[in-house]
């Protein structure tokens, strides 16, 4: 019997997607609903598995972790690209990492999600008509706005379609920017300066890594419109938090809208949820039952491939 931990299921619906009960001859599922308060507690809780299926980015899979786990065999993630997992250690133990497709229009859905809602005030008007208000406050068009894209990959070319179909001029930034790609999209090419100085609305569509990281301090704020927003639906690390609320405190910036953070889940008591013009959605950019329905069906199919030693969409 291969024992198998389900780690991070939030919401509790593996189940939904999975009918475990005919698997009950092969497989011995264990669901942990709440993230691990700590690694000491994950090490204890995780020991006599030989398999964990994992989401992308929750509960880090390191080096000590990993050789905590006697019994581990197989590592199942959503997605393709998973930085949270020590791949080396995984493949020096032996153990097969595989990962599963993803949709990527969800997020580039989010995203425009929380521009919406900074653009019109909807947290607030939603807010006042549940407490029996009527029109409070004004809004703002995005017709004739200028977005800035920092990352102009799969997410953010979507994000600039739809920014052009609202009428949207459109520049874009990063290290290393396909400028054919640019110019098919209609998106202006520019530097980070100057998409910072004059952007209206800056959303960020790069992958995290070293050189993203802290990407936008309090440097970057002071450059930007008093007017603006800032959207993250990429990672929470790529802005420094303590400089965004500070930004946000101050009203260097008109306001956020976030779907990721530094800590996730975000704690109850954190300054961002207190702040009235921040925006917050719970990391909701993948969370759709088409997603979620790929994530569990792939990473089932991934494991029997395994155990037939035809392992498939490997990652290490």
């Not at 999209?185 to 992958?207: A, R």
């Not at 889940?265 to 300054?271: I, R, S, T, V, W």
């Amino acid at each position: 019997m291969i024992k198998i931990a389900v780690l991070d299921d939030y919401q509790n619906i593996f189940k939904e997607f999975v009918d475990i009960t005919q698997y009950k001859d092969k497989y011995e599922f264990t669901i942990f609903n709440h993230p691990f308060m700590n690694e000491n507690e994950a090490s204890t809780a995780l020991e006599e598995f030989d398999a964990i299926f994992i989401m992308r980015e929750r509960t880090p899979i390191t080096k000590s972790l990993i050789e905590s786990m006697k019994n581990l065999k197989y590592i199942m993630t959503s997605g393709m690209r998973n930085k949270s997992i020590d791949l080396e250690e995984a493949k020096k133990r032996k153990i097969i990492v595989c990962g599963t497709d993803i949709n990527s229009n969800p997020t580039a859905e989010i995203t425009w999600t929380l521009i919406l809602g900074l653009m019109r005030n909807m947290k607030q008007e939603i807010d006042n008509m549940f407490q029996g208000y009527w029109q409070n406050t004004i809004g703002s068009e995005l017709k004739g706005k200028i977005l800035g894209l920092i990352g102009l990959g799969k997410i953010g070319s979507q994000v600039a379609k739809i920014g052009k179909a609202f009428g949207m001029q459109v520049v874009a930034w990063s290290e290393n920017l396909n400028l054919t790609e640019a110019n098919k999209l209609g998106v202006l090419p520019m530097s980070k300066e100057e998409l910072l100085k004059q952007s209206d609305i800056i959303s960020l569509h790069v992958v995290l890594g070293e050189r993203y990281k802290n990407l936008i301090t309090e440097k970057e704020f002071k450059i930007m419109k008093k007017t603006s927003f800032l959207i993250n639906t990429s990672r929470g690390p790529i802005v420094n938090e303590k400089d965004l609320i500070i930004a946000l405190e101050e009203d260097y910036i008109a306001g956020a809208g976030l779907d990721v953070y530094n800590i996730e889940p975000l704690p109850q008591d954190h300054k961002l949820r207190f702040l009235p013009n921040a925006l917050l959605t719970p990391h909701l950019g993948y969370v759709t039952e088409e997603n979620y329905s790929i994530f569990f069906d792939q990473m089932m199919e991934n494991l029997d491939s395994c155990l037939k030693s035809k392992p498939k969409r490997l990652l290490n």
